[in-house]
Protein backbone atom coordinates (compact mmCIF):
# COMPACT_ATOMS: atom_id res chain seq x y z
CA UNK A 1 0.00 0.00 0.00
CA UNK A 2 1.65 3.38 -1.32
CA UNK A 3 0.99 6.38 1.85
CA UNK A 4 -1.12 8.85 1.18
CA UNK A 5 -0.41 12.65 2.61
CA UNK A 6 -2.99 14.13 5.28
CA UNK A 7 -3.99 16.21 2.50
CA UNK A 8 -5.30 13.59 0.40
CA UNK A 9 -6.71 11.37 2.87
CA UNK A 10 -8.80 14.88 3.42
CA UNK A 11 -9.94 15.16 0.31
CA UNK A 12 -10.77 11.66 0.27
CA UNK A 13 -12.95 12.22 2.55
CA UNK A 14 -14.39 15.73 1.90
CA UNK A 15 -15.45 13.89 -1.89
CA UNK A 16 -16.94 10.53 -0.12
CA UNK A 17 -19.05 13.03 1.92
CA UNK A 18 -19.52 15.11 -1.17
CA UNK A 19 -21.12 11.61 -3.05
CA UNK A 20 -22.85 10.92 -0.32
CA UNK A 21 -20.60 7.68 1.01
CA UNK A 22 -20.68 8.16 4.62
CA UNK A 23 -19.02 4.71 5.04
CA UNK A 24 -16.27 5.56 2.62
CA UNK A 25 -15.66 8.74 4.53
CA UNK A 26 -15.95 7.08 8.08
CA UNK A 27 -13.13 4.31 6.67
CA UNK A 28 -10.70 7.12 6.90
CA UNK A 29 -11.45 8.27 10.48
CA UNK A 30 -10.09 6.41 13.51
CA UNK A 31 -12.86 4.88 15.62
CA UNK A 32 -11.95 7.04 18.68
CA UNK A 33 -11.06 10.46 16.81
CA UNK A 34 -12.73 13.35 18.29
CA UNK A 35 -15.39 15.07 16.16
CA UNK A 36 -16.10 18.93 17.53
CA UNK A 37 -18.59 21.55 16.41
CA UNK A 38 -18.09 24.61 18.14
CA UNK A 39 -20.67 27.20 18.69
CA UNK A 40 -23.86 27.64 21.12
CA UNK A 41 -26.43 26.39 19.14
CA UNK A 42 -28.04 22.90 19.82
CA UNK A 43 -25.34 20.44 18.26
CA UNK A 44 -23.29 18.02 19.81
CA UNK A 45 -20.24 20.18 20.80
CA UNK A 46 -17.72 16.99 21.37
CA UNK A 47 -18.35 13.52 19.88
CA UNK A 48 -17.38 10.61 18.51
CA UNK A 49 -16.63 9.69 15.25
CA UNK A 50 -19.85 7.69 14.87
CA UNK A 51 -21.72 10.38 16.52
CA UNK A 52 -20.21 13.18 13.84
CA UNK A 53 -21.21 10.65 11.07
CA UNK A 54 -24.92 10.29 12.28
CA UNK A 55 -25.39 14.42 12.88
CA UNK A 56 -23.76 14.34 8.91
CA UNK A 57 -26.16 11.85 7.62
CA UNK A 58 -29.13 13.62 9.49
CA UNK A 59 -28.43 16.54 8.14
CA UNK A 60 -28.21 15.21 4.42
CA UNK A 61 -31.14 13.18 4.63
CA UNK A 62 -33.02 16.48 4.71
CA UNK A 63 -31.22 17.66 1.27
CA UNK A 64 -32.84 14.96 -1.05
CA UNK A 65 -31.41 16.33 -3.91
CA UNK A 66 -27.75 16.03 -2.35
CA UNK A 67 -25.48 18.54 -0.32
CA UNK A 68 -22.50 19.54 -2.28
CA UNK A 69 -19.39 19.78 -0.33
CA UNK A 70 -16.70 21.93 -3.02
CA UNK A 71 -12.87 22.33 -1.70
CA UNK A 72 -12.61 25.73 -1.63
CA UNK A 73 -8.86 25.37 -0.14
CA UNK A 74 -6.65 23.53 1.79
CA UNK A 75 -3.42 24.41 4.15
CA UNK A 76 -1.15 22.07 5.74
CA UNK A 77 0.99 22.40 8.63
CA UNK A 78 2.32 19.06 9.94
CA UNK A 79 -0.34 16.46 11.23
CA UNK A 80 -2.45 19.59 10.75
CA UNK A 81 -5.15 19.98 7.72
CA UNK A 82 -6.92 22.54 6.88
CA UNK A 83 -10.20 22.95 4.27
CA UNK A 84 -12.21 25.34 3.34
CA UNK A 85 -15.42 23.73 1.91
CA UNK A 86 -18.21 25.57 -0.01
CA UNK A 87 -21.35 23.69 0.68
CA UNK A 88 -24.88 24.35 -0.62
CA UNK A 89 -28.07 22.37 -1.38
CA UNK A 90 -31.99 22.25 -1.57
CA UNK A 91 -33.81 21.84 1.59
CA UNK A 92 -36.84 19.43 1.46
CA UNK A 93 -39.03 22.51 2.24
CA UNK A 94 -37.48 23.98 -1.06
CA UNK A 95 -35.37 26.31 0.31
CA UNK A 96 -31.88 26.93 -1.08
CA UNK A 97 -29.14 26.52 1.33
CA UNK A 98 -25.58 27.89 1.36
CA UNK A 99 -22.49 27.61 3.85
CA UNK A 100 -19.02 27.44 4.25
CA UNK A 101 -17.32 25.66 6.69
CA UNK A 102 -13.63 25.51 8.07
CA UNK A 103 -12.77 21.95 8.65
CA UNK A 104 -9.62 21.68 10.94
CA UNK A 105 -8.08 17.88 10.44
CA UNK A 106 -5.53 15.79 12.38
CA UNK A 107 -4.06 13.14 10.49
CA UNK A 108 -1.77 10.48 12.17
CA UNK A 109 -0.68 6.87 10.78
CA UNK A 110 -3.03 7.31 7.79
CA UNK A 111 -6.64 8.18 9.41
CA UNK A 112 -8.09 10.93 10.46
CA UNK A 113 -7.66 11.41 14.51
CA UNK A 114 -9.51 14.62 14.76
CA UNK A 115 -11.91 16.81 13.26
CA UNK A 116 -13.38 20.63 14.17
CA UNK A 117 -15.77 21.65 11.83
CA UNK A 118 -16.11 25.03 12.07
CA UNK A 119 -19.18 26.83 10.07
CA UNK A 120 -22.16 28.97 10.35
CA UNK A 121 -25.00 26.75 12.84
CA UNK A 122 -27.34 29.50 12.80
CA UNK A 123 -27.52 29.32 8.50
CA UNK A 124 -28.16 25.35 9.14
CA UNK A 125 -30.77 26.06 12.24
CA UNK A 126 -32.57 28.86 9.67
CA UNK A 127 -33.59 26.89 7.30
CA UNK A 128 -34.23 23.79 9.66
CA UNK A 129 -37.32 25.60 11.63
CA UNK A 130 -40.54 26.40 10.50
CA UNK A 131 -40.89 29.70 8.78
CA UNK A 132 -41.31 33.06 11.45
CA UNK A 133 -39.65 30.56 14.67
CA UNK A 134 -36.51 32.25 14.32
CA UNK A 135 -38.91 35.62 14.95
CA UNK A 136 -39.51 33.89 18.10
CA UNK A 137 -36.48 32.85 19.42
CA UNK A 138 -34.82 34.83 22.56
CA UNK A 139 -31.42 36.23 22.33
CA UNK A 140 -30.41 37.37 25.42
Known sequence: MV???????????IEA?????????FELVSPGAICVIPGSLPLRQSQSASDYAE???GVRRAFPSGLRWRIRETMVNGTTVIAVVDESGVHVSG????????????VKEQVIVQIDDHFDTLALFKIWLPQGAMA????S
Open 55 to 57: VLG
Open 95 to 106: KPYVNQHCLLFR
Open 17 to 25: IDRGDSEGA
Open 136 to 139: AVSW
Open 3 to 13: ASSGVEIVRRF
